[in-house]
Nanobody
Framework: QLELVESGGGLVQPGGSLRLSCVASGNILDYYAITWFRQAPGKAREGVSCISSSGGSTNYVDSVKGRFTISRDNAKKTVYLQMNSLKPEDTAVYYC??????????????????WGKGSLVTVSS
């Protein structure tokens, strides 16, 4: 069992930075790969970035490469998404999700077991 709570969203100007946090409770975070998704108004949910259970490998969607960085601190039961050089098209509700590592500790965008409720990021002048 795992509960995920996102925080850190808000209003930021284009070119600004924001750091999202995903704090887990209820189980050892080491057991899970973590993925960040986002959903813009009227758009489908999109995978943004993911990190393996150990933190040894990561993945980013092309539109955020070089601007976003995912990291994790299992001792603090927290995963972070550092977002730099933000653009208006980054505006969305951002969700973190967890997938039990099992025999596949790598990360991905399918088969998530637990979801947070989301945090709104608005990029506007």
């Amino acid at each position: 069992q795992l509960e995920l709570v996102e925080s850190g969203g808000g209003l930021v100007q284009p070119g600004g930075s924001l750091r999202l946090s995903c704090v887990a409770s209820g189980n050892i975070l080491d057991y899970y790969a973590i993925t960040w998704f986002r959903q813009a108004p009227g758009k489908a949910r999109e995978g943004v970035s993911c990190i393996s259970s150990s933190g040894g490998s990561t993945n980013y969607v092309d539109s955020v490469k070089g601007r976003f960085t995912i990291s994790r601190d299992n001792a603090k039961k927290t995963v972070y998404l550092q977002m730099n050089s933000l653009k208006p098209e980054d505006t969305a509700v951002y969700y973190c999700a967890a997938r039990a590592a099992g025999q596949n500790p790598s990360c991905g965008y399918l088969g998530m077991d637990y979801w947070g409720k989301g945090s709104l990021v608005t990029v506007s002048s």
